[in-house]
């Protein structure tokens, strides 16, 4: 296997890199965690890497409604970043739990987001927190929600030239990334589930839940019937019993070498439960939100 | 104090076997058999020569030619020739000027498979404890023990308790962070190979045999070595690759990939333990153990796993009447080979685990009735040895204590276990070491590498410098060839320190005893000379030059050498040690074999855990691990030891397994899903407690400590879960769903359904 590496310092200099070639012959490097495996295992034979590293995309920025997130940043450091510990805890409790801290300093959320792995962890609490990604190419500049973007394993709606920018996450939402893994650190989640509260749009009393699991079929899954269970703030037990009921009922599963289809039903439910419960204490202790 | 190799490590500059070239050096790769099972139909290596770049590609077929003298063992065949007995079990090589052009082309050996059934599940195969009559016929026991001491029949009979379980054991692998690695080079009749290895002379012997060479041949040249836990004690590819230099007289580089490592190398494969104990008036009187040893595509002869581990499984207690059997069975599971303490953590596990259900059943506290039963030094073990010095009783009384101070600590819903193991070092074989004196320092000159626990680069320097006085920094270790080096069995068995130590410190204490004849030059019938009981003589370092010292006279050592002795840079003297033989009372044995200990090494673990009732995870938080240390050499090296025989227990208790189909093809032949533990996986109290003054037979009573310390950390896990959650779990390791399966969380029984194919989940390796 042989390629040239570049590194490019303005967008401009990447199109004209990415665009060169057949489809394929060009790929975008960021952290390379994924990639370098993807090249390892034979699934890319490119005859170039386009570095992104050097790129104007390691924005971290807090407005009022919410952070933007420069698809290069390292996740190591929103993971040291208080602001982002305190906004939207669901994302940095995931983040927390991404291989190890030597990955997390190359990793990236834009990779993350454009490998699509079935067992990310990543996806779960940005699907929740509805996230929006700006993408860049030389056409222009689109923004798209990432729940209908990712398509499956290596697949998204990312076009050829395009490039993730950034990542537009609301904030501040309570929320909380739950997950349990056979090896607690540097293993593959056998469930996560990222739980967030939105609050209703143009505010008022009512709030909108957002449940999204990881790791147990296919991609993410959003939990609808789950959300219809949870209307209120703070839901009695008695609904949070009931939507963790529904989680269970609706997701779907598989039996791999990880888990049992029966413990990974099992498994949500009792994610979901804890999720929607850490929600809600840590929303009371912050102060609302 | 600093370990020579430590910074030279952190640098990258020490030379491990993957690192190794030469000029003008191939690349090798294998190409190995998908199934566990397979005849191999035809064998098609066309495409592969072709490829370019390729310079030789082997088969089963083409190794008579080049090993004419050899006597064909089709037994043990160095290719697969006619029917694969492993998944992973090589059919062809290939060496070829880059990897990737090796690689590729290895893929290209077309190889056509009828597959056959294949034997890799004991638990199915064997669901209840077969029949004599069934087994006799049965070609797949490589190997059989019975043995028994007085009428367990009738203790049962007489109890007022009779406790029957069986436990599970599942495979292991030592996944030392370096694969295996050499470099070949045969050049007439010179049969070269530096590798990573445990045993240069072990290794040399096996390809003498496998190669059908004589000794004087064969070289082989230890590089350092990134971890072995017994998986670098025999020649797996060093054969493979001198055969491929053999054929393309250049020198040849093979490594394993990770993927290999998992698949073909020699490890530890499934146990079944069916325990029986009976009890009368809170005594224990009687046990029975019946195992059934997967050792997969091993042969008859190389089976002393099986009586050594039925040993273990009785523990170290009195009992009036017990009986061992058990069988190795022969299956398509790769061949088993030593692995930290080979079955060691298994049968305490299952010994362990049973005894404290036993306890808890009967009412009585767990480590109280292990203080009842437990061996002191001077009994009789339950094969008929005197115990000799012993720290198991001491351990338990100071596990007893620390125990309560915890209990009255635990939170709510926490368990603590309690396990004890006991080992034997490998003393027996034995070991020899030459020390060279020069007027600036002393050589350590032996044949060993140093495989990462520091016995052989600073264990032996800190005997040679407790001996003659030298500080550490003038006295280092040369490591050489086997055609060069004094013999030694290797660095297994925790016999390092002990026996090779004990050779390095009799040869000082010779090279001191000749100093001493030589008296220091003053001249024949000085006083001092021929009084009896004169100082005895020491080293000691003065602006860089060795002195000799005896009482308060003292010479540099330039003025006792001869003139011969100058020339050559020094005075030399070898050491020795052989250890000393012991025996069973061999009465007891039925059929079969087994095993006499040498030193008796205890090590009693405390654990604490924290369980998660709703999805069955379990987290150690506390552990605490009391060892009988004889006498401790080098108090960093013997904390080293402990922690990571701890933290590889762990995984073997928690997450490490192999995890085969229904076909028998493993499923996590790599580090993502095959886990072991990682640095956030230390518990975050971690004790370590050295018991000293019950001495064993190594430098000043040491005892070995590279294998006991893993042995209880299984059943010590197991028994705090158990004590935590009042349930049992039978079988290692204790992940989360097998836990919430015990626990009753979800059914019973996990699915045995096929799963579907996974992706591959490792990379292939270096580049
Ligand atoms: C040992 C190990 C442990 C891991 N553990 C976890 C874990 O616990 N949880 C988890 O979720 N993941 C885990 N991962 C997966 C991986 O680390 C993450 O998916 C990571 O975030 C990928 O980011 P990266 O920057 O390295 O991506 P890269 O490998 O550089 O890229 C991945 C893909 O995204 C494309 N790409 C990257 N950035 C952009 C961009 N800005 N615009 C367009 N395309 C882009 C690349 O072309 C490539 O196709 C682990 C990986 C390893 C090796």
């Keep these: 296997m042989s390629f040239t590496l570049h590194f490019p310092t303005r967008l401009e200099e990447a199109w004209d890199l990415l665009e060169q070639g057949p489809p394929g012959a060009s790929l975008p490097i960021a952290g390379g965690t994924d990639l370098l495996l993807g090249l390892d295992f034979g699934r890319f034979a490119p005859e170039r890497l386009v570095s992104l590293s050097r790129l104007p995309l390691q924005r971290l920025e807090f407005g009022r409604d919410g952070v933007r997130i420069g698809s290069m940043l390292p996740l190591r450091t929103l993971e040291l970043d208080e602001r982002v510990r305190k906004g939207v805890p669901a994302l940095a409790q995931a983040i927390n739990e991404v291989g190890s801290v030597q990955l997390r300093h190359r990793a990236t959320l834009g990779g993350n987001v454009v490998r699509a792995s079935a067992t990310s962890d990543l996806l779960p609490p940005l699907v929740a927190l509805e996230t929006e990604l700006t993408l860049v190419s030389r056409g222009g500049r689109r923004t798209v929600r990432l729940e209908g973007f990712v398509e499956g394993s290596w697949k998204t709606g990312l076009r050829v030239g395009e490039i993730v920018e950034e990542l537009h996450v609301p904030s501040p939402r309570p929320g909380t990334y739950q997950w349990q893994r056979v090896r607690p650190a540097n293993d593959i989640s056998q469930v996560g589930v990222a739980v967030v509260r939105h609050p209703k749009n143009g505010g008022g009393p009512s709030v909108r839940w957002r449940i999204v699991a990881g790791g147990t079929a296919g991609s993410f899954q959003r939990l609808t019937r789950a959300e219809a269970c949870l209307e209120r703030d703070e839901p009695s037990e008695r609904e949070v019993a009931e939507a963790a009921r529904e989680a269970a009922g609706e997701a779907k599963f598989l039996t791999d070498l990880r888990a049992a289809e029966e413990y990974r039903r099992h498994l949500l439910r009792v994610l979901v439960r804890r999720g929607i419960e850490r929600t809600v204490r840590s929303a009371a202790t912050a102060g609302g939100g | 104090m600093t370990r020579p190799d430590a910074l030279p490590k952190a640098e990258g500059r020490v030379e491990f076997g993957a690192d190794l070239s030469a000029p003008r050096m191939l690349w090798a790769a294998y190409a190995t058999a998908p199934h566990p099972h397979a005849r191999l139909r035809s064998l098609s290596v066309d495409e592969a020569l072709a490829t370019p770049g390729v310079r030789a590609v082997l088969t089963a077929a083409d190794l008579s030619a080049l090993l004419p003298k050899r006597k064909p063992d089709p037994q043990r065949p160095l290719l697969v020739a006619k029917e694969s007995r492993f998944q992973g079990e090589p059919f062809a090589l290939v060496a070829a000027e880059d990897l990737a052009t090796a690689r590729a082309a290895a893929r290209r050996v077309r190889a056509d498979w009828e597959v056959l059934p294949a034997f890799t599940d004991l638990t199915k195969e064997l669901p209840s404890w077969p029949t004599p009559e069934v087994m006799k016929g049965d070609d797949r026991v490589n190997a059989h023990v019975l043995a028994s001491r007085g009428d367990f029949e009738k203790a049962c009979r007489d109890a007022d308790v009779v406790h029957d379980e069986t436990y599970r054991t599942n495979m292991v692998a030592q996944v030392p962070m370096e694969p295996h690695a050499c470099l070949a080079r045969v050049r007439g009749e ?559 029984r996990a699915p045995t359904q096929e799963v579907p194919g996974m992706p591959p989940v490792t990379p292939t390796g270096g580049k």
């Design chain 2, 190 to 748: 010179d049969w070269h190979v530096r590798t990573t290895t445990q045993t240069p002379f072990g290794l040399r012997e096996d390809l003498v045999d496998k190669l059908g060479l004589p000794t004087e041949r064969v070289r082989v040249e230890g590089t350092w070595v990134g971890g072995g836990f017994g998986g670098k004690n025999e020649a797996l590819l060093e054969a493979h690759a001198l055969l491929l230099s053999k054929r393309t007289g250049r020198p040849v580089r093979l490594a394993l990939t990770f993927r290999e490592e998992f698949l073909f190398s020699r490890t530890t494969q499934p146990a079944v333990f069916q325990m029986t104990s009976c009890v009368r008036g809170g005594r224990l009187i009687g046990r029975r153990t019946r195992l059934l040893l997967d050792t997969g595509a091993s042969l008859p002869g190389r089976d002393f796993a099986l009586g050594y581990a039925l040993g273990f499984t009785l523990g170290p207690y009195r009992l009036d009447a017990w009986e061992l059997e058990g069988y190795a069975l022969r299956t398509h599971r790769p061949p088993f080979g030593p692995h930290r303490a080979p079955l060691a953590p298994q049968c305490s596990f299952a010994a362990e685990s049973h005894l404290d259900s036993l306890a808890r059943r009967i009412g009585v506290d767990p480590i109280a009735f292990r203080r009842q039963h437990v061996w002191e030094a001077g009994e009789k073990t339950a094969f008929g040895q005197e115990v000799p010095p012993f720290a198991a009783a001491e351990a338990l009384a100071r596990g007893q204590a620390l125990e309560r101070s915890w209990r009255a600590e635990l939170p709510p819903g926490g368990g603590i276990g309690i396990a004890v193991g006991f080992w034997s070092t490998g003393t027996g074989a034995g070991g020899e070491a030459i020390v060279r004196l020069c007027p600036t320092g002393l050589t350590i000159v032996q044949g060993e590498r140093e495989i990462g626990t520091g016995s052989v680069c600073e264990a032996t320097r800190a005997i040679a410098s407790r001996v003659t006085g030298l500080p550490m920094e003038a006295v280092q270790v040369e490591y050489l060839d086997t055609s060069r080096a004094p013999f030694d069995s290797g660095v297994w068995g925790s016999r390092t320190t002990i026996a090779l130590g004990r050779a390095v410190q009799k040869a000082c204490e010779a090279l001191l005893h000749d100093l001493g004849r030589r008296g220091l030059g003053l001249g024949r019938g000085h006083p001092r000379q021929s009084r009896r009981g004169a100082p005895e003589v020491r080293l000691e370092l003065f602006r860089g030059r060795v002195m000799v010292r005896q009482g308060e006279l003292a010479r540099p050592l330039v003025a006792l050498l001869t003139s011969q002795e100058r020339k050559r840079g020094g005075v030399e003297a070898l050491g020795k040690e052989y250890g000393r033989s012991h025996d069973i009372d061999r009465s007891v044995v039925k059929d079969g074999e087994l095993y006499p200990y040498s030193d008796l090494i205890a090590s009693v673990h405390l654990a604490q855990v924290a369980v998660d009732r709703d999805t069955g995870a379990v987290r150690v938080e506390r552990y605490a691990a009391f060892q009988d240390a004889g006498h401790v050499v080098d108090p960093e090296g013997y904390r080293g030891q402990v922690e990571g025989a701890v933290l590889m227990g762990l995984g073997t208790a928690l997450t490490e397994e192999g995890l085969l189909t229904p076909q028998g093809r493993l499923q996590n032949p790599g580090l993502l899903d095959y886990r072991i533990p990682t640095i956030r996986d230390v518990p975050s109290e971690l004790q370590i407690v050295a018991i000293e003054g019950h001495p064993g037979s190594g430098p000043w009573g040491a005892k070995g400590v590279g294998e006991p310390p893993i042995i209880p950390v299984p059943a010590a896990v197991a028994n705090a879960l158990a004590d935590a959650t009042g349930a049992r779990v039978l079988e290692i390791p204790l992940t989360p769903e097998r836990v919430a399966r015990a626990l009753g969380i979800i059914s019973a």
